[in-house]
T-cell receptor
């Protein structure tokens, strides 16, 4: 079945770049997503990438996709204390109308002052 | 624009009791999803509706879970009877389903504790 793997924790210093990695197994994934979850708040879409792209940049966020290795990464430049949250990688299958997401377990991003 | 509304926000029940959760999606969103998020894990899809029809319920434990979306708007998710392992946050999400990347908007969730 589909599986999405992420490391559970990442600690970075304020002002440095954060790189959160994800691997997935479903080769038919059409879109891949990064969601952010802050304490007491719902999941919020940060960014997404279509499977025929290998990079997408949006302000401080850079997404890299290596489809051959089924590897996705999210880089956050100039990490701030407000970036402290859990980041979820998710994939969407192409299959026939059913487009629920498969999520990883999430990476806790910890910012050190 | 109002977001996805869910109620109640918290629920504590004893095992073998029944419980129901309610979701009101963003106005105009045809697609509605229920996810289960167990502590320390990512959300897992339980069921997807398109208008009032079920698109995918392959991961819904149908012996105890049921869901409906009458009139293609609000939805309820029911658990009967609850087990200890059903303790989780139940997230409702909705989407237009016409955008290619199909952003799903999530509600705040209902935190269920089964004792």
């Amino acid at each position: 079945g589909e599986d999405v793997e992420q490391s559970l924790f990442l600690s970075v210093r304020e002002g440095d770049s954060s790189v959160i990695n994800c691997t997935y197994t479903d080769s038919s994934s059409t879109y891949l997503y990064w969601y952010k979850q802050e304490p007491g708040a719902g999941l919020q879409l940060l960014t997404y990438i279509f499977s025929n792209m290998d990079m997408k940049q949006d302000q401080r966020l850079t997404v890299l996709l290596n489809k051959k290795d089924k590897h996705l990464s999210l880089r956050i430049a100039d990490t701030q204390t407000g970036d402290s949250a859990i980041y979820f990688c998710a994939e969407r299958d192409s299959g026939g109308g059913a487009d629920g997401l498969t999520f990883g377990k999430g990476t806790h991003l910890i910012i050190q002052p | 624009e109002a977001g996805v509304a869910q109620s109640p926000r918290y629920k504590i029940i004893e095992k073998r009791q029944s419980v129901a959760f309610w979701c009101n999606p963003i106005s105009g969103h045809a697609t509605l999803y229920w996810y289960q998020q167990i502590l320390g894990q990512g959300p897992k899809l339980l069921i997807q509706f398109q208008n009032n029809g079920v698109v995918d319920d392959s991961q819904l434990p149908k012996d105890r879970f049921s869901a409906e979306r009458l009139k293609g708007v609000d939805s309820t998710l029911k658990i009967q009877p609850a087990k200890l392992e059903d303790s989780a946050v139940y997230l409702c999400a909705s989407s237009f389903a016409t955008l290619s990347y199909n952003e799903q908007f999530f509600g705040p969730g209902t935190r269920l504790t089964v004792l």
